[in-house]
């Protein structure tokens, strides 16, 4: 079955900063790689979602990268307010499977 | 619409009692799911249903029921609680998940179990 990575576990930014968040899965036959916003005690919330016909997509601030051979995509968050402050997933799912396969989550800090 | 709705918020189980977590949807989706999140661990797939009587199993199955005899509702039955099932539970619908490509999918608010 799919396996995905995701790193780092934690990460502190400056508000104002950058973030990178970096996912890598295991199976080649994945084309839909979703990310979710989770606030403390809220449900996990799509952000921003990728296909595999596509290699960058872009929402405001936020960017996801997808490198097929290498097989691993990226979100980036641009010039981060403290409302970014939560935990992001992301996730992988081919057609057909049985449902989605997340990371274990990164917690983004934006310190003020 | 309402989305994706799941009751109850809050629940204590003492081991060995069942429950059933309430899972609904207005958007007439087909595809549905449970997963469980536990610190730590992301969210794992528990069952999933492709439509109105299809279940089948996910990654995590073991000690849960499921049924989907709507295309609304799907309900997760627990039936002998155990500490190990203490978790977040969430219910999850989607338009369509046998297509080549999958479409995006919604999650609940979330049922918080505690078995003690």
């Known amino acids: 079955g799919e396996n995905v990575e995701q790193h780092p576990s934690t990460l502190s930014v400056q508000e104002g900063d950058s973030a990178v968040i970096k996912c890598t899965y295991s199976?080649?036959?994945?084309?839909?790689f979703p990310w979710y916003k989770q606030e403390l005690g809220k449900r996990p919330q799509l952000i921003i979602d990728?296909?595999?016909?596509?290699g960058e997509k872009k929402d405001q601030r936020i960017a996801v990268t997808l490198n097929k051979t290498a097989k691993h995509f990226s979100l980036h968050i641009t010039e981060t307010q403290p409302e970014d402050s939560a935990v992001y997933f992301c996730?992988?799912?081919?057609?057909?499977?049985?449902?989605?396969?997340f990371g274990k989550g990164t917690h983004l800090i934006i310190q003020p | 619409n309402a989305g994706v709705t799941q009751t109850p918020k809050f629940q204590v189980l003492k081991t060995g009692q069942s429950m059933t977590l309430q899972c609904a949807q207005d958007m007439n989706h087909e595809y549905m799911s449970w997963y469980r999140q536990d610190p730590g661990m992301g969210l794992r797939l528990i069952h999933y249903?492709?439509?109105?009587?299809?279940?089948d199993q996910g990654e995590v199955p073991n000690g849960y029921n499921v049924s989907r005899s709507t295309t609304e509702d799907f309900p997760l039955r627990l039936l002998s609680a155990a500490p190990s099932q203490t978790s977040v539970y969430f219910c999850a619908s989607s338009y369509s998940i046998w297509t080549p490509e999958p479409y995006e999918q919604y999650f609940g608010p979330g049922t918080r179990l505690t078995v003690t």
């Open positions: 996730a992988a799912i081919r057609g057909g499977a049985d449902g989605l396969t």
């Open positions: 990728i296909r595999s016909n596509v």
């Open positions: 199976d080649s036959a994945s084309n839909y």
């Open positions: 249903s492709v439509g109105a009587g299809i279940t």
